[in-house]
């Protein structure tokens, strides 16, 4: 089993930076694929959250292309803490963080987030002003 606490939320204006942390708990050997996704106050109800960027056990990432040149995801492996980079920050990126992991490689850009990955944090908001 694996738990995983988010951190690091908050409000900025628009064009600010922001790093939320992820502190990873239990079985972390295990852990294959770790990511950020979001849910947006935009979002239609019932959709799939976001991917934001996912970060493989080998160090490989992808991330979405709303966010590509502004965010980036890395992790610590002597700490286990996984983060989010958030520079340029949008109002279009207020939005629910959630990190998640998993113990198999996930594919990009995931179709099903909640079906894909086993385990999930509690959230951190983001919001951004304009």
């Known amino acids: 089993q694996v738990q995983l606490v988010e951190s690091g939320g908050g409000s900025v204006q628009a064009g600010g930076s922001l790093t939320i942390s992820c502190k990873l708990y239990?079985?972390?050997?295990?852990?294959?694929?770790m990511g950020w996704f979001r849910e947006s106050p935009s979002q239609s109800p019932g959709s799939e959250r976001e991917?934001?960027?996912?970060?493989?056990?080998?160090?490989?990432?992808r991330s979405v292309d709303s966010v590509k040149g502004r965010f980036t995801i890395s992790k610590d492996n002597v700490k286990n803490i996984l983060y989010l980079q958030m520079t340029n920050l949008k109002p279009e990126d207020t939005a629910l963080y959630y990190c998640?992991?998993?113990?198999?490689?996930?594919?990009?850009?995931?179709?099903?987030?909640?079906?894909?990955?086993?385990?999930w944090g509690q959230g951190t908001q983001v919001t951004v002003s304009s």
């Open positions: 998640a992991a998993d113990e198999r490689k996930r594919p990009w850009p995931p179709l099903n987030p909640l079906f894909e990955y086993k385990y």
């Open positions: 991917g934001v960027a996912i970060i493989d056990d080998d160090g490989t990432t």
């Open positions: 239990g079985d972390i050997d295990s852990v294959t694929t």
